[in-house]
């Protein structure tokens, strides 16, 4: 799985100085691989899936007659991903909104982007993955460690998904050090979303997080495989442990295990 980061830039290897869909990451506003040029790339290759987090409103408002081009293709698999709510600790706003966002995702394929994204992007490409999250303020950055997203986080997004009516997949993209400290309100997320596509999560986290590895590995067990995805370091992976797991045999316990590398996501950007 390749994920990419799309912001609106200047494209360094032509020279119009219009501003379009880019492949780089905050605060970069320049690269010498446009939007199209990835999905070009990256589509012909056919053998990876590809993840593409939306930066702005405007990022994913101009990327959608590219999408749309590729609507009669054959993708492996299409994540579209925004931070379409504030989330802990005390986090900003985003910049795209959640109800164009899911809208449009399903027809095309105050956080930067927020529920308008939800709407539009079930519009884009209708058989993506809609990847829908919170945006943070905790780690190494801002001296944070400690945190969770609060229930009326959660339900809020409960409440956005169901206005929305959607009918594709869901995966929620929680921060490791965070969604580890309530397991019952992952759960209650989980089963509480409306889609008729199902819903997982997304574990995500950064180098210099602060995760309880023995929490971690508590969530993913009391999920279940199937309803995680993983977007840690390698060196948090390798620490994840299952051994105590009293109810599990070691069969399921060697499966579980070695699922685990269902999903890494290669950040190319």
Known sequence: MLEGDVVMGRHTTTNATDKI????HPPATESDLSFE????????????????????????????????????VRIHTIILNADILPGPVNATNPSVNATTF??????A??????????????????????????TTKYGKEYNIT??????????????VVTDSQINLPITYPVRAGLATNDIDGMKMLLNNTTS???ATLTIWSLKDDYVDVVKLSKLIKELG????????PEDLRNQLNFSSASTMTSAVMMNLIASLAFLVLSRML
């Open 109 to 134: 394929t105050n956080p930067s982007v927020n529920a308008t994204f939800l709407k539009e992007a079930s519009k884009v490409m209708p058989d993506s993955i809609l990847s829908i999250g919170w």
């Open 146 to 159: 400690e945190g969770r997203y609060n229930m009326k986080q959660l339900k809020k997004m409960l409440e």
């Open 21 to 24: 869909p880019i492949m780089a």
């Open 196 to 198: 008729t596509g199902g």
């Open 225 to 232: 495989v199937d309803k995680v995805y993983l977007d840690v």
């Open 102 to 107: 899911l809208k449009e995702a399903i027809n």
């Open 37 to 72: 040029e990835f999905l070009n790339i990256t589509i012909n290759n056919g053998t990876k899936g590809i993840k593409l987090d939306f930066k702005s409103n405007e990022a994913f408002n101009n990327s959608k007659p590219i999408l749309r081009k590729f609507q009669s």
